[in-house]
């Protein structure tokens, strides 16, 4: 339990449906992160907040919209994905992007089916 | 690019003490260590980190060179429950956390 939840823990959807994960952390942290895994893959950073406000977005496609409406918080909106956008996608957390080790705390992640 | 050179995969024996080595011969001095390791389809776990000195908390130590160019982590007493992937990352404090391949830790009964 490192103080990161992720929901739903599992997901499949269709093409072109509109859906959304979700990430919740009680550590106190402000900054907040979402990273992809696919198979046999490294994990890639998509995107990064830092109290609240979007810092990174690493030419990641429109089809996958952050938001992140207070520090606690971070959603992953997801519409008219394709099938390589299946994989295994992470939220983790920090202090403070910006301060200190930064050391980063996952959370369990969300396993993407798309169909 | 990671930067980090680490084993594909190693074996101990359960109850032993695993070492698990990394080359970051191209380390800055403003770089720490960090150590993350990652169960099958779970998130991955912070494990220890350190700049320049030998650390220990109630998971590992982490023994890192003179020189900084390489580091050992160290699981005391290796558990069935310690297999996954064991990922060492050389990062700046804001740097992006970059994952290699990892390490794949199979703890033998």
């Known amino acids: 339990e490192t103080g990161v939840t992720q929901t739903p823990r599992h997901l499949v959807m269709g093409m072109t449906n509109k859906k959304s994960l979700k990430c919740e952390q009680h550590?106190?942290?402000?900054?907040m992160y979402w990273y992809k895994q696919s198979a046999k893959k490294p994990l890639e950073l998509m995107f990064v907040?830092?109290?609240?406000?979007?810092?990174e977005n690493n030419s990641v496609p429109s089809r996958f919209s952050p938001e992140c409406p207070n520090s606690s918080h971070l959603f992953l909106h997801l519409h008219t994905l394709q099938p390589e956008d299946s994989a295994l996608y992470l939220c983790?957390?920090?202090?403070?992007?910006?301060?200190?080790?930064?050391?980063?705390?996952f959370g369990p992640g969300t396993r993407l089916t798309v169909l | 690019d990671a930067k980090t050179t680490q084993p594909t995969s190693m074996d101990c024996a359960e109850g032993r003490a695993a070492n698990l080595p990394c080359n970051h011969s191209?380390?800055?001095?403003?770089?720490?260590v960090y150590w993350y390791r990652q169960i099958h389809s779970q998130g991955p776990q912070y494990i220890i980190h350190?700049?320049?000195n030998n650390e220990t908390n109630e998971m590992a130590s982490l023994i890192i060179t003179e020189d900084r160019k390489s580091s050992t982590l160290i699981l005391p007493h290796a558990t069935l429950r310690d297999t996954a992937v064991y990922y060492c990352?050389?990062?700046?404090?804001?740097?992006?956390?970059?994952f290699g391949k990892g390490t794949r830790l199979h703890i033998l009964p």
């Open positions: 983790a957390s920090s202090q403070n992007r910006g301060g200190g080790t930064d050391t980063q705390y």
């Open positions: 550590l106190g942290h402000n900054a």
């Open positions: 907040y830092n109290f609240k406000e979007q810092t």
């Open positions: 191209t380390i800055s001095g403003n770089e720490y």
């Open positions: 350190g700049l320049k």
């Open positions: 990352i050389v990062r700046a404090q804001d740097d992006k956390i970059i």
